[in-house]
């Protein structure tokens, strides 16, 4: 199921990028002390009592005619229509305003559950602000300081308790769901369009046309596949339409949702950084990842082209080197054929379970290839592996001192691991414990 989605909404000046600094625990946000000064939709993870959610710092709201107020109130609009809960802050130095029930009113329109937070009440004397705020009508209001990390605590008690209850999975257990992710302009809808046979989604040459995730459930060859269509993601400060600057997180949460996830780069433009930077939502994820070079029929190729491309994408996607690499074109079908049988293998291969003596076998017959490394007079033991979880794989390996498994010798194991089992597409984990813990 994806995470929550929180939205800190309020006009200017409220102080909605210091509690959004606060929430996500580092400063991710512009603040300064003049209003309307975050200009574009922030979003991170965050945690609270075990419970991971998204947050979104957004423009401030403000009812007047000028463009930038126009604009951070309809990008607010978006982070509401978005939202599964709702910070609404406000200013307690100030007072309520007349923008304040603007916002109010705003915020009763979406439906959503809306926490009211009444921001600089930086001390006890100031608690008395608070009360006026009750006439907004949305219920309870927290006094809390951003400045100084006061109230926060019982206030995301109170958004946790909103969050959406989870959901049974709605699709049958061995359906293979697919994101399909990559900047604007790729061709993602028009490889959703090749893989299903049809125009099920809209294709244009315009970047962005695509809005939000589309699910598209199919058959082949006996299994059960849904491709999910995402928005592309552009780089922040290039983005210009108000609804491309949700993408990414709609691209986070689908790939949440997904088994694997086919990045997209074009052929004809090669790997720009933003690629990358995609690739690497998709890794830190945990899902199963192949890399798409689409429009490979536009390119002019000699028989070593492909090789060279490869070897590229393995030198910038040095993190996904374990992701296969198809080359194809969704416009001619061009190689289409072998896009769903390496899905499938990628999915089975995220699934994959080891027999503990199986995995133990090739643990110690990797240490006696190459013997643990030392430090300080002290060598790495291995006392035992065992495989705990799936999607991705993850392997624990109990040792004498976790702090002895350096990454090199970390990546030897996980080579070895992969020469064994085939893990091809799928990321794999491996975790040093104490051998008592």
Same mark, same amino acid.
């Given at each position: ?129 608070? #009360?006026?705020? #009750? ?15 006061? +109230? ?87 983005? #210009? ?38 690739? +690497? ?102 006392? #035992? ?39 091809? +597409? ?12």
């Amino acid at each position: 199921m994806p995470k929550p989605v929180v939205a800190i909404v309020g006009r200017p000046n409220v102080g909605k990028s210091t509690i959004f600094n606060r929430i996500v625990g580092e400063r991710q946000a512009i603040v300064e002390d003049i209003p309307g000064v975050t200009r574009d939709r922030i979003y991170s993870k965050a945690e609270w009592l075990n419970r991971e959610f998204y947050v979104i710092d957004t423009g401030g709201i403000e009812i007047g005619n000028e463009p930038l107020l126009d604009q951070m109130r309809e990008q607010a609009q978006i982070a509401i229509d978005e939202a599964d809960v709702i910070i609404f802050l406000v200013n307690g130095r100030d007072g309520m305003t007349g923008a304040d029930e603007e916002v109010a009113s705003i915020l009763h329109r979406s439906k959503k559950p809306v926490i009211l937070g009444v921001n600089k009440i930086d001390n006890f004397e100031m608690r008395d602000r608070i #009360y006026e705020f #009750y006439a907004l009508g949305t219920g309870e209001v927290f006094g809390i300081s951003g400045a100084h990390g006061l +109230g926060l605590g019982d206030l995301l008690d109170e958004v946790i308790h909103h969050f959406p209850t989870e959901q049974e999975e709605e699709y049958e257990e061995d359906t293979i769901r697919m994101a399909v992710i990559g900047r604007p302009n790729v061709g993602k809808s028009s490889l959703v369009n090749a893989v299903l046979g049809e125009e099920r989604v809209i294709v244009s040459d315009i970047p962005g046309t695509t809005r939000d995730a589309i699910d598209t459930i199919f058959e082949k060859d006996d299994q059960e596949y849904v491709l999910i269509d995402t928005a592309g993601m552009r780089k922040r400060g290039k983005v #210009y339409e108000t609804t491309e600057k949700y993408s990414v997180l709609r691209a986070l949460r689908a790939m949440e949702r997904s088994d694997v996830v086919l990045v997209v780069i074009n052929g004809e433009e090669g790997i720009r950084e933003q690629d990358k930077k995609i690739a +690497g939502y998709a890794h830190e994820a945990g899902r199963a990842i192949l890399i798409i070079v689409n429009k490979w029929d536009a390119i002019e190729k000699d028989d070593k082209t492909m090789a060279r491309f490869t070897e590229k994408i393995r030198e910038e996607f040095q993190f996904l080197s374990y992701a296969p690499v198809l080359f194809l074109s969704a416009k001619t079908k061009q190689r289409l054929q072998h896009l769903l049988p390496t899905v499938k293998q990628a999915a089975d291969n995220h699934n994959l379970r080891v027999p503990t003596n199986v995995l133990n076998d090739v643990i110690m017959d990797a240490v006696i290839m190459n013997p643990t490394p030392t430090e300080n007079n002290r060598r790495l033991r291995i006392n #035992y592996a065992t495989q705990v979880a799936v999607a991705p794989p993850t392997i624990v390996l109990f040792v004498n001192d976790p702090e002895l498994l350096h990454f090199s010798y970390e990546r030897y194991l996980e080579n070895k691991l992969r020469e064994a089992f085939h893990f091809e +597409g799928t990321p794999l984990k491996i975790i040093a414990r104490k051998k008592n813990e």
